[in-house]
């Protein structure tokens, strides 16, 4: 079985995002499995709490589901053309002393979904330097920008777009043969 572990970038209950993982967890093909990742309850990085106190409950849970996983699917949104604080801190959280092991040749696909026109395209560009730096395997072949998100996904972020679940099963269909 191949486990790919998803990370949604937004804490929002009917985030795009996190809607968009669903979607693709619905459509993984046979003998592939998405099991997803919270950032809820990860706090802000601070060194000084981490050498008092260790790795938080939250930032232990994601390294674990990572070490075990396969490959790791980020969604991504897209603040002011770029990429989230609150997942940027999450992912350093994971990284931070040994956490960074855990990425080293870790198979990891981008996605994301805004309601603008170019669906997180910055975003998306601006976490390869950061997953190139935390020696991932980064699979290029497939791109996925969902953007005017407000037409494909209804208010409880369920995607119900017919074109962007396509291009969806076929993404996700792409990194699972690669990895
Ligand atoms: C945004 N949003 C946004 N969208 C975009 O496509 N490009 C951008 O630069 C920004 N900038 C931005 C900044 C801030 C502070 C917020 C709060 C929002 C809109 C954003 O894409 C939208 O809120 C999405 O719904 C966020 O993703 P989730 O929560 O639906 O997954």
Known sequence: MTTILGISGSLRKA??????????A??????????FG?????????????????????VAR???????????????PEY??????VFKNAIDWMASGKGADAFKG???????????????????D???PVLRTLGTRPWYEGRLMVGKAREKFDETGELKDADTQERLASFVEGFVAAI
């Open 80 to 85: 002011n053309n770029g990429i989230p604080g």
């Open 15 to 24: 985030s795009f995002n996190t809607g968009l993982l669903r979607a693709a």
């Open 106 to 124: 870790k198979p990891v696909a981008v996605i994301g979904a805004s309601p603008m026109a170019f669906g997180t395209v910055l975003a998306q």
């Open 26 to 35: 619905g459509m993984m093909p046979e003998g592939a499995t998405l099991e």
């Open 38 to 58: 919270s950032i809820e309850g990860v706090p802000l990085y601070n060194g000084d709490d981490e050498a008092a106190n260790g790795t938080p409950e939250a």
């Open 126 to 128: 601006a976490w390869w």
């Open 62 to 76: 994601l390294r674990a589901q990572l070490e075990a996983a396969d490959g790791l699917l980020l969604s991504t």
